[in-house]
């Protein structure tokens, strides 16, 4: 089945230091990428998407890129303020047999920003 | 536009109890998603529906049910409760017609413990 894998975390970094976390996935056909960020206590809130190859999201000074070749979907960061601190979920859209669809998550990767 | 709302934000229940939970879309959605976030299992779908009717669901025991009414709010039950239930639940909705249609938008979630 689909799959997206997430570098692991805790990220420490220091603030204007440059983010990138890493999102692999595995899928047949050609999904939707996200990445979500959930703050503590907290829902998911859409960072930015992804809908085709080559695709590039942005959103409040993130990018990812949709790379089909290498089937990745890194997210960028060139300035983390110690507001980003959060968690950070990379997903893929499954296109299931009923209509619909489902995301497909990543384990999340804590960031944590320090000034 | 307001967003998802999910009622209650938190509840304690104890095992074998039964729970209800709710979820209002966004206005216009008319799929909404569930899902189950735990520090294990990570986040995971447990079932959609369209128009009043599940149309996908995930790989959950059948003591987890829902349901949505014909203005796409909807509920979903966990009946006979035990202690591994106890997760944030997340719900999602979104617009096939809007042209986003893999785009889920979630609510603040409903963090249930089971004692």
């Known amino acids: 089945g689909n799959s997206v894998t997430q570098m692991e975390g805790p990220v420490t970094l220091s603030e204007e230091a440059f983010l990138t976390i890493n999102c692999t996935y595995t899928?047949?056909?050609?999904?939707?990428l996200f990445w979500y960020v959930q703050y503590p206590g907290e829902g998911l809130q859409l960072l930015l998407k992804a809908t085709k190859a080559d695709d590039k999201g942005s959103n409040k000074g993130f990018e990812a890129t949709y790379r089909k070749e290498t089937t990745s979907f890194h997210l960028e960061k060139g300035s983390v303020q110690v507001s980003d601190s959060a968690v950070y979920f990379c997903?893929?859209?499954?296109?299931?047999?009923?209509?619909?669809?489902?995301?497909?998550f990543g384990t999340g990767t804590q960031l944590k920003v320090e000034l | 536009k307001a967003g998802v709302t999910q009622t209650p934000r938190y509840l304690i229940k104890t095992r074998g109890q039964q729970v209800t939970l709710s979820c209002s879309p966004i206005?216009?959605?008319?799929?909404v998603s569930w899902y189950q976030q735990t520090p294990g299992q990570g986040l995971q779908f447990l079932f959609e529906y369209f128009s009043e009717t599940q149309r996908n669901k995930g790989n959950f025991p059948g003591r987890f049910s829902g349901r949505q009414f014909s203005n796409s709010r909807s509920e979903m039950n966990v009946s006979t409760l035990e202690l591994g239930d106890s997760a944030l639940y997340l719900c999602?909705?979104?617009?096939?017609?809007?042209?986003?249609?893999?785009?889920?938008?979630f609510g603040p979630g409903t963090r249930l413990t089971v004692l």
């Open positions: 999602a909705s979104s617009s096939p017609s809007s042209g986003e249609l893999d785009t889920q938008y």
């Open positions: 997903a893929l859209s499954d296109r299931l047999t009923g209509g619909g669809n489902k995301l497909t």
């Open positions: 206005s216009g959605h008319r799929s």
């Open positions: 899928a047949t056909g050609y999904p939707s």
